[in-house]
């Protein structure tokens, strides 16, 4: 029974083992995608900086380094836990395994000690002629024999254990010296961050005594975001009464005895055909893996009311998520659909909206567009090239998710980076 519960804790820790090593993998991979997005976040500090055109512009990239930064650290963090696991366990195969050892050689000793005292050939000879009858002989012979051969397996069986130990030990020192990397690695980025925060305050104080001139300018550009929205809604509404007339066309033909509903027809959400509901329902069943509307970039504006970043009084407000990507970049379908609008926000400014059963996606700031409406698209489809800000340096796509007219945080939508 005890062996049987030391077999089914070894399994237990061996299997917890690998869960924290899979672990480790996954938050290597995301550490490394971290780093990367504070590089190209970098990048795109030094080239506003050169600008100088706007300080509140360099104070919000700054922003998104600085949150970039701590979840730098919150994941190098989360790695040193699960590396504390590790080491933890190992210690403890390392203890069993010493316990086992001291246990083995031991009993080996005391075979030894006996083996030699009676290490003439006479005494075994003489042990086996002392036998009472041939049966009796027959099995001292048979103890002899399975005597050497359990002294052997004990001998093999020392020698693995010892080779465990070893290896184990050769683990944990590798894990220490992990674990001490990451514990540099961490105090590194946590004075990066300080200088960060430093250099951010400074920026602040100064641009706190233009805080009338930049509230304004925060206002006119919420105005232009609720005008953009409500052209926005306008549209998927005409793209709902649309589909639901054809909708109502189609069931006409199929029965025309049957009286078309004009609420349908006018009403804000989609009346689902057959053939639309799979198309929703897949997309639905994608959610949370959906590929980004940008082969490369961050979430640098989140969705929803959100404190400006410079003066914590002034809220705003963002129906869609905004991606910072590389110059030049294509905006892309996240799904399969249908292209129902094509829209000029402004001169410099276009959307494209399509249609997924009653879910749309919208990918705004194009500067050139290559679909049209009534296309058919295919996940990761090319929609035209994301504008870059003339003033700020900036190349940001914002993208927003709606089933019929409800908004909703493409964030959650989007596979994690």
């Keep these: 029974m005890p062996k049987f519960l030391l077999s089914l804790i070894f399994i237990c820790m061996t299997s917890l083992l690998w869960s924290q090593e899979s672990q480790q993998e996954k938050l290597e991979e995301r550490k490394a995608q971290i780093q990367k997005e ?31 930064k701590e979840k730098l650290i919150s994941t190098t963090e989360k790695q040193t836990k699960l590396l504390n696991n590790d080491m933890y366990v190992n210690q403890v195969q390392i203890n069993k395994l010493k316990k086992e050892l001291a246990d083995l050689k ?22 086996l002629l002392s036998s009472e009858n041939f049966l009796q002989a027959y099995k001292r012979a048979q103890y002899m024999k399975q005597y050497t051969s359990y002294r052997k397996a004990q001998g ?23 674990k001490k990397k990451l514990i540099a690695e961490n105090e590194k980025e946590r004075l990066s961050l300080e200088n960060e925060k430093r250099e951010q305050l400074k920026l602040v104080s100064v641009l706190k005594k233009d ?31 649309a589909a639901n007339r054809k909708a109502a066309l189609e069931k006409a033909k199929a029965n025309p005895s049957a009286p078309v509903s004009r609420a349908a027809v006018s009403s804000s ?21 959906l590929p980004y509307p940008v082969e490369k970039g961050y979430i640098s ?15 705003v407000h963002n129906s869609g998520v905004e ?18 609008s094509v829209i000029v926000l402004s001169p410099v400014n276009k959307a494209v909206m399509i249609q997924h059963g009653d879910f749309f996606t919208v990918y705004q700031n194009l500067s050139s567009v290559n679909v ?25 796509i914002k993208f927003l998710i709606l089933q019929n007219t409800t908004y909703n945080d493409p964030q959650s939508w989007l596979s994690p980076r």
Aim: glycine share 6%.
């Design 38 to 68: 504070i590089r190209e976040n970098e990048k795109l500090l030094q080239s506003v900086k050169k600008k100088e055109k706007s300080a509140v512009n360099v104070v919000i990239v700054q922003s998104t380094k600085i949150k970039l």
């Design 106 to 127: 031991e009993d080996y000793a005391e075979m030894i000690v006996k083996s030699y005292k009676s290490r003439s050939a006479e005494s075994r000879a003489m042990f």
């Design 156 to 178: 093999e069986e020392i020698n693995i254990k010892s080779n465990k130990l070893t290896d184990f030990n050769q683990k944990l020192d590798v894990q220490k010296t992990a």
């Design 211 to 241: 805080k009338n001139k930049i509230s304004v300018e925060i206002k006119k550009r919420q105005q232009e975001y609720r005008t953009i929205d409500r052209q926005i809604n306008k549209l998927i509404r005409e793209a709902i009464a």
């Design 269 to 289: 959400k989609i009346e689902l055909t057959p053939e639309s509901k799979i198309i929703a329902d897949n997309f639905r069943s994608n959610r949370g893996r």
């Design 301 to 315: 504006l989140g969705y929803g009311n959100q404190t400006h970043p410079l003066f914590n009084t002034i809220t």
């Design 323 to 340: 991606i910072t990507t590389d110059s030049g970049a294509s905006a892309r379908a996240v799904f399969g659909g249908e292209v129902t």
């Design 372 to 396: 049209s409406r009534g296309d058919k698209v295919s996940i990761k489809q090319s929609l035209g090239k994301v504008r870059t800000n003339g003033e700020t340096g900036k190349t940001i």
